[in-house]
């Protein structure tokens, strides 16, 4: 069965660094997702992408974050600065065409800011 | 924006017991969709059933069902014959025309044997 993949799984980095997220979204699907999941805390939307342009954003997604489609598989995420609040679960999720298609989500990656 | 109230924040069940997550949501939309997503302890999310806003006939996924009452924005997870596998926080989430996900807190449901 297909499924979104998610690297690395796991990132420590200093404050102040830049990291990619990484996610290769199921591979006929056209809308692609970032999501976050603060310790303990709800699942907050960061970011849509469809065809190869940002289809909405929400309030945390300023412009420390971006995301790419750099090839016909990847899906990223880049954060240019990370702040210690950026500590979170981050969860890649793609769906197909259709407006009640499933969004499936990736197993995440857990990013940890020292 | 849609605002997803889950209200219990814990619940349990004993197995083979039945058990309903009971979810609220607020939306300006016509047109959406709502999901229940389970999150066991690995952090995965995990898609337990979907429901389209237009048809009045509830989702049934095997033990799993909802109760949707569009026009009270009322939306019941019902999970029968419950099994220690069940055992997950189960997130309520409606989406956008646009296909964006808004999460509730979560209620965390622990299977007793």
């Known amino acids: 069965e297909p499924e979104v993949t998610q690297t690395p799984s796991h990132q420590v980095t200093q404050m102040g660094q830049e990291v990619i997220l990484r996610c290769v979204p199921i591979s006929n699907h056209l809308y692609f997702y970032w999501y976050r999941q603060i310790l303990g805390q709800k699942v907050e939307f960061l970011v849509s992408?469809?065809?190869?342009?940002?289809?909405?954003k929400s309030e945390i997604f300023d412009d420390q974050f971006s995301v790419e489609r750099p090839d016909g598989s990847n899906f990223t995420l880049k954060i240019r600065s990370t702040k210690l609040e950026d500590s979170a679960m981050y969860f890649c999720a793609s769906r197909g065409r259709r407006g009640a298609d499933t969004q499936y989500f990736g197993p995440g990656t857990r990013l940890t800011v020292l | 924006a849609q605002t997803v109230t889950q209200s219990q924040p814990e619940m349990s069940v004993q197995e083979a017991e039945t058990v309903t997550l009971s979810c609220t949501y607020d939306t300006s939309e016509s047109d959406y969709y709502l999901f229940w997503y389970k999150q066991p302890p690995s952090r995965q999310m995990i898609l337990v059933i979907r429901?389209?806003?237009?048809?009045?006939q509830n989702a049934t996924e095997n033990r799993f069902s909802v109760n949707f009452q569009k026009a009270a924005k009322s939306f019941s997870l019902k999970i029968s014959d419950s099994q220690l596998g069940d055992a997950a926080m189960y997130f309520c989430a409606p989406s956008s025309t646009l296909g964006r996900l808004y999460f509730g807190r979560g209620t965390q449901l622990t299977v007793w044997p």
């Open positions: 992408f469809y065809n190869n342009e940002i289809s909405e």
């Open positions: 429901q389209e806003a237009y048809k009045q």
